[in-house]
């Protein structure tokens, strides 16, 4: 049972990434999916989250409007479309996920989490 984000890197301020979740001996159809993400010296936050069918997403308000939750269950991928970063967007992004309807930014509700990837915004 894993799951594996990727899709981090550097870019411009202004710029957009794509980062995406793979899960790996299980399917995430039964799960909700979160991304959170901690910056150097600073607690974990949860950034967005998305139920099972894609019905109910939730986004920090230091994201809305700018980062996108998506999910493919057919390919047991989730995805966060980032667009317009900004430079505090500066993280390690980890996916997670849990049992509990609709997601929680309540990272202690996840049982499974990804490795993260980092995410370096630049100005």
């Known amino acids: 049972v894993q799951l594996q984000a990727c899709g981090g890197g550097l870019v411009q301020a202004g710029g957009s990434l794509r980062l995406s979740c793979a899960a790996s001996?299980?399917?995430?159809?039964?799960?909700?999916i979160g991304w959170f993400r901690q910056a150097p010296g600073k607690e974990r936050e949860g950034v967005s989250c998305?139920?099972?069918?894609?019905?109910?997403?939730y986004y920090a308000d230091s994201v809305k409007g700018r980062f996108t939750i998506s999910r493919d269950n057919a390919k047991n991928q989730v995805y966060l479309q980032m667009n317009s970063v900004k430079p505090e967007d500066t993280a390690v992004y980890y996916c997670?996920?849990?049992?509990?309807?609709?997601?929680?930014?309540?990272?202690?509700?996840?049982?499974?989490w990804g490795q993260g990837t980092l995410v370096t915004v630049s100005s």
């Open positions: 997670a996920a849990t049992t509990v309807v609709g997601g929680t930014t309540d990272s202690g509700q996840y049982a499974y």
């Open positions: 998305i139920n099972s069918s894609s019905g109910l997403t």
């Open positions: 001996g299980f399917t995430l159809d039964y799960y909700a």
